[in-house]
């Protein structure tokens, strides 16, 4: 799980690299190209279909409508807002996904949990500081990515069994290539095409981006979830050393303390969904986020 959360980390900083000299729309579409032909190679290696029916039903391409949701509006986060506020806020998302839940789909959320996710909340108002002196608008870009990526989580146990995780892997980034041309239009400069070193950031990016989809499968699968599923926190705190060293970027208390905020309320609410027992057969647990963090 923290190796996943590393590579994340990584494939956020490689895009923020790339995206402010390069169109954002460009940029997510290419990144978006380069992780669908490695999800390709792979299921045609294991015998799989590239295309499977099931990936049309109806819940599957809603969860398929917030991840473009999800993507659309994380890009422009990640091209246009700090790193380190960005990466704050993303962890907001199982919050989202445990209210979510409670709301929609009638799952059982005590009264400690519902305190706990005001906290959470409390986090993300602080790195927003909505006053007229020190709102930051670009921030509510990072938070309409995360609210699509928790919907696109809390539908993901709508996922038809027959469809595999490669050939979720294969929706997922055709989803970002799809976003990625949505936002072409959008993009304040024309497309042009990349520079050789832009080249190898946004390729670079795709394989980053499988391998840690691929280590987090790994964790939720073979790992107790109570165990493994805190440490995706780990993402917050390698994307501040990231945002420190390269891009200069030097988080003020407010935005620590947001973080923090959600942080500790995240953790809280995983480990009350292990002593309060298995949910319900069509009840959605906490999923981790992430997966902008990568493509489901």
């Not at 190209?33 to 599957?60: C, N, Q």
């Not at 050789?196 to 795709?206: D, N």
């Not at 050393?241 to 500790?264: K, N, Q, S, Y």
């Amino acid at each position: 799980m923290v190796l996943a959360m590393t590579l994340f980390a990584v494939e956020d900083s490689l895009f923020k690299s790339v995206a402010p000299a390069l169109p954002p729309g460009e940029a997510t579409a290419i990144f978006g190209l380069s992780g669908l032909l490695i999800y390709a190679v792979l299921t045609w290696r294991a015998g799989e279909p590239v295309f499977h029916p099931d990936m049309i039903r109806p819940r599957l391409l809603l969860r398929t409508g917030f991840e473009i949701m999800g993507r659309l509006f994380f890009a422009l986060a990640l091209a246009w807002t700090p790193l380190s506020v960005t990466s704050s806020i993303l962890q907001a998302a199982p919050l989202v996904v445990t209210a979510g839940a409670a709301l929609l789909l009638g799952e059982r959320v005590g009264p400690r949990r519902w305190i706990a996710m005001t906290v959470g909340f409390a986090g993300v108002l602080l790195i927003l500081r909505p006053t007229p002196e020190a709102f930051r608008v670009d921030a509510l870009l990072a938070v309409a990515g995360m609210v699509g990526f928790a919907m696109r989580d809390l539908f993901t146990r709508a996922a038809p069994p027959a469809v595999s995780s490669r050939q979720l892997g294969i929706l997922g980034f055709a989803v970002v290539t799809v976003a990625g041309l949505l936002l072409l239009p959008l993009d304040p400069a024309p497309p042009r095409l990349p520079l050789p070193a832009e080249w190898g950031r946004l390729l670079l990016t795709g394989v980053v981006g499988v391998a840690a989809y691929t280590a987090l499968t790994r964790a939720m699968r073979s790992g107790d979830v109570s165990v493994v599923a805190p440490f995706r926190y780990s993402r917050l705190l390698v994307a501040l050393v990231f945002a420190f060293v390269f891009f200069g970027e030097r988080p003020d208390l407010w935005t620590l303390a947001g973080g923090a905020l959600i942080v500790a309320s995240g953790v809280y609410t995983l480990l009350r969904d292990t002593r309060t027992g298995p949910p319900p057969p069509d009840a959605v647990k906490p999923v981790d986020h992430q997966n902008r963090e990568a493509p489901k």
